[in-house]
């Protein structure tokens, strides 16, 4: 009759003994790639996650670099400077950046060359594009952010953003474009599953999606580490390449595998 209860008290005493021995990641960097990382700490049981984005990609550099952080994620290619200092970077996924409007916003497709003359303030009222008689306000994401970078690179052709104002963190893109029928914004679309605000233009005829490759506003996702990755970090990674882990990464994402 004994046997039982020490058999319950025995499996008690493992269950807390592994759930104890799962080590503490320390993630920085891109709040973009930190979306995955929130996603994965939902199924992945071998460790847990200490999240910092605020730094966002620069601090994904920086902290692989300075060996302040066991990981580190950047939205975008990894300065050469950072890798010749013994930052290693490994692929997990890849990412579309959404221009977004208000869903109220009668525009749904704009081209190339009409947002760029809307980020550079040479169009400033949405009749201009087919819309309604309204001003543009145009907002854009932190300088420290890879999305603003991806987005001119692929986008203004060499110009500068102007008449913009910036919006930090990112995540809080949606809210202001979400109130205001008159703005539009940049966004990773990782940030816009079930939120109905918000909605994506069609960018010279294709739609930001997980599930298409001809979309042309995409930046590489990577992880950061100092040298090769080692021990959780690296069990880690091998989940993510695994097809459990991409599986996963394809919930916001393009997949690598």
């Known amino acids: 009759m004994l046997r039982i209860p020490l058999l319950s008290s025995l499996l008690v005493l493992v269950t807390f003994s592994s759930l104890s021995l799962a080590e503490t990641i ?4 891109s709040s973009t790639v930190g979306k995955f990382i929130t996603d994965a700490a939902e199924v992945y049981p071998n460790a847990k996650f200490k999240l910092n984005t605020v730094p966002e990609s620069a601090g994904g550099e920086q902290c692989a670099m300075r ?14 400077r950072f890798l010749e200092s013994g930052v290693v970077k490994t692929l997990i996924a890849k990412d579309a950046i959404a221009a977004i409007v208000n869903a109220h916003n ?4 704009l081209s190339t060359e ?7 303030g040479e169009i400033t009222n949405w009749s201009e594009v087919g819309g309604d008689d309204l001003p543009i306000k145009a907002f854009v994401v ?11 690179d692929a ?15 990112d995540a809080k893109m949606l809210t202001i474009v979400g109130r205001d029928p ?6 990773s679309f990782a940030f816009l599953g079930g939120r109905d605000e918000v909605k994506a233009l069609e960018v010279d005829g294709h739609l930001a999606s997980v599930e298409n490759p001809d979309y042309h506003i995409t930046r590489p996702l990577y992880i950061t580490t100092h040298g090769e990755p080692t021990g959780s970090v690296k069990a880690f990674l091998d989940w993510t ?13 393009v997949g690598v595998k």
């Open 182 to 187: 008159s703005a539009i914004g940049q966004l």
């Open 241 to 253: 390449l695994s097809p459990e882990g991409q599986s996963i990464v394809k919930k916001r994402f």
């Open 114 to 120: 009409q947002l760029r003359a809307i980020f550079t």
């Open 142 to 152: 932190k300088e420290a952010s890879a999305t603003r970078q991806v987005f001119a």
């Open 67 to 80: 060996q302040k952080c066991d990981m580190g994620g950047v939205a975008r290619e990894v300065n050469s």
């Open 155 to 169: 986008v203004l052709n060499g110009a500068s953003y102007n008449g913009v104002e910036v919006i930090t963190p």
């Open 26 to 29: 320390n993630y920085e960097g």
């Open 106 to 109: 009668p525009v749904t497709a």
